[in-house]
């Protein structure tokens, strides 16, 4: 990613653009591709519209509620959902807390119709200084800080001190330079381009506040150029939140080493770490739509008051956590408790035989649930095995 010799800031020797790749472990490179990987299996996802914008919602309070908090904001993603639904009522007391998260939600609903509209901005010392002001607009500062401006004096976090002032512009320069000589189109390059900026901005600590909310900011607008699905891109943020004594550990550390290698291994297999865990949200999604349309099918030549109770009873029981008792059927839901109202026990028997027969229930001590690994069509027959045996187990 570019080799220079020329070393800026003579107090922080390790801000060199420099970065050899090959000193990454082969579990890394693996790790990156499954990022790839996964990020292009939620890309490609079809989901519901409804479903869709709600996703694109919980992930965008989720990275909101993350970079703020890193901060020391004390809203929860609840109350950032409330002000991306433009619902809040803050006290007065509250009230910066909550301009804080407008301020994110506005530069990341702005970054993403960039991203939409396919604007190709290159990175450039100027758009860094857009996102400082978007970040710090209207918040109570102090003196000698300026929104959107390269600092003047110098800084310090901790135990960490930032460049010479002086220093800085040209520091901004070379990076803005560094970054843009790799395309950000390529999905693998453009994590690492996004972690490393993000980084580099830590280091450069070019802003008189603001500076992690406006890196990690400038990590989303990457990750959001290079293809990254918008859910999946403010997943950095997430785990940097949820690890963040280790955040700021390996920060320092990365300081004190003089190398962003750990750093960027830690970012990776926390990325990775999050796109599981969506991925996963995702597909039992789509596992759903799949399982109710089957559930529709397989109902499609029987149109009588019985068959309609019984898939009900099917998709009712699809909506629970756990497979129910009995007992607890008739009255689970308002539709059932109206369906089986002036019904006898054996009339639930005889609906439950039959499901059962059909094979979209499966039963076990007396607790009925959805037989959902009848649609897992390319699922090892082992695993399709152990997953009935798993879910039988489950009623018991």
């Not at 998709?315 to 629970?320: A, E, F, G, K, T």
């Amino acid at each position: 990613m570019g080799h220079d010799e020329h070393i800026i800031a003579p107090s922080h020797p390790w801000i060199n653009f420099q970065v050899d790749f090959r000193s990454l472990g082969p579990l890394i490179w693996m790790a990156l591709g499954e990022c790839v990987s996964k990020c292009e299996h939620i890309a490609n996802t079809p989901l519901r519209p409804s479903l869709r914008d709600e996703l694109h919602l919980i992930y965008l309070a989720k990275g909101v509620q993350a970079t703020t908090a890193i901060e020391g904001n004390t809203l929860t993603e609840a109350e950032v959902i409330e002000r991306i639904q433009h619902k809040s009522t803050l006290p007065p007391s509250k009230e910066y807390l909550g301009q804080e998260v407008d301020n994110i939600i506005s530069a990341c609903n702005q970054i993403g119709q960039s991203a939409v509209e396919g604007r190709d901005k290159k990175i450039t010392v100027a758009l860094l200084c857009d996102y400082n002001a978007d970040v710090l607009r209207n918040l109570k500062l102090d003196e000698g800080v300026v929104p959107g401006q390269l600092r003047k004096h110098d800084v310090g976090v901790g135990m960490y001190r930032g460049p010479d002032y002086q220093y800085v512009p040209e520091l901004m320069e070379r990076l803005c330079q560094w970054l843009n000589r790799l395309k950000f189109k390529r999905e693998a390059v453009g994590i690492l381009q996004a972690v490393l900026a993000h980084l580099y901005v830590a280091w450069i600590h070019p802003f008189g506040d603001g500076n992690g909310r406006t890196a990690r900011l400038v990590e989303f607008d990457i990750l959001m150029r290079s293809g990254i699905p918008s859910p999946a891109a403010h997943l950095l943020s997430n785990h940097y939140n949820a690890t963040r004594s280790e955040y700021y550990r390996q920060l320092d550390a990365a300081s004190c080493q003089k190398t962003p290698m750990e750093f960027v291994e830690y970012a990776i297999q926390g990325f990775l770490d999050g796109l599981r865990e969506q991925l996963e949200l995702v597909t039992s999604q789509t596992r759903d739509i799949v399982w109710r349309n089957f559930v529709h099918e397989s109902f499609r030549e029987m149109r009588s008051e019985v068959a309609r109770r019984q898939r009900h009873v099917v998709l009712d029981l699809s909506i629970q956590a756990e497979p129910i008792a009995k007992a607890e059927i008739p009255s689970l839901t308002p539709r059932l408790r109206k369906a089986y109202a002036g019904k006898t026990d054996k009339t639930l028997s005889r609906d439950l035989s039959k499901l059962v027969e059909m094979k979209l229930l499966i039963s076990g001590g007396g607790k009925y649930g959805p037989n959902q690994g009848l649609i897992e069509a390319f699922l090892p027959q082992r695993r399709s095995k152990e997953r009935a045996e798993m879910e039988s187990d489950d009623g018991k």
